[in-house]
T-cell receptor, first 112, second 111 residues
Framework: EAQVTQNPRYLITVTGKKLTVTCSQNMNHEYMSWYRQDPGLGLRQIYYSMNVEVTDKGDVPEGYKVSRKEKRNFPLILESPSPNQTSLYFC???????????FGSGTRLTVV | EDQVTQSPEALRLQEGESSSLNCSYTVSGLRGLFWYRQDPGKGPEFLFTLYSAGEEKEKERLKATLTKKESFLHITAPKPEDSATYLCAVRSNFGNEKLTFGTGTRLTIIP
């Protein structure tokens, strides 16, 4: 089944403890993105990648890092999480061309 | 800066009662406008891409249309399973992979 897989689905952590949210797609898509979704603010793009080793900032990149060493994987790293990073996170991928994204099921992160 | 405004925020319809959702946008050269459906606790599901004014796309009870300033998602004779939040997003010609989303319209269809 073609899909974007994120792990974990739920995560509670403490301020300052480094964490990684994994994202993997099995559709050989070139483009991948990370979004966060907050009530009243909608989906906001954190980082995106246009291919292996090519990444760029979205609208809200502060406090996040990404890497794209393999085409299928696009992990999101929070080096020192803070409570304002409590949110619902989505990873998404799409092929080249004017296609919509396929989204993962989301990761609900709580930083206390 | 690209902007997307969706209205209404929430809409309740009786089953079979047709209506339209609005997406107004401001973008520096539209590369594409996208509609998604999002069910509670799930990731958005892609519905349509529209590229140029006058274009229309259809899928079952949904039809999306596009003008130079806004897009409409028309829902004909909706069923309870059409209940969801509908999201609109735009990509400009100058923003690389940047995709700007609206905050969505929460649609509830009452049996």
């Amino acid at each position: 089944e073609a899909q974007v897989t994120q792990n974990p689905r739920y995560l509670i952590t403490v301020t300052g403890k480094k964490l990684t949210v994994t994202c993997s797609q099995n559709m050989n898509h070139e483009y991948m993105s990370w979004y966060r979704q907050d009530p009243g603010l909608g989906l906001r793009q954190i980082y995106y990648s246009m291919n292996v080793e090519v990444t760029d900032k979205g609208d809200v990149p502060e406090g996040y890092k990404v890497s794209r060493k393999e085409k299928r994987n696009f992990p999101l790293i929070l080096e020192s999480p803070s409570p304002n990073q409590t949110s619902l996170y989505f990873c998404a991928s799409r092929p080249t061309g004017l296609y919509g994204y396929t989204f993962g099921s989301g990761t609900r992160l709580t930083v206390v | 800066e690209d902007q997307v405004t969706q209205s209404p925020e929430a809409l309740r319809l009786q089953e079979g009662e047709s209506s339209s959702l609005n997406c107004s946008y401001t973008v520096s050269g539209l590369r594409g406008l996208f509609w998604y459906r999002q069910d509670p606790g799930k990731g958005p599901e892609f519905l349509f891409t529209l590229y140029s004014a006058g274009e229309e796309k259809e899928k079952e009870r949904l039809k999306a249309t596009l003008t130079k300033k806004e897009s409409f998602l028309h829902i004909t004779a909706p069923k309870p399973e059409d209940s969801a939040t509908y999201l609109c997003a735009v990509r400009s010609n100058f923003g690389n992979e940047k995709l700007t989303f609206g905050t969505g319209t929460r649609l509830t269809i009452i049996p």
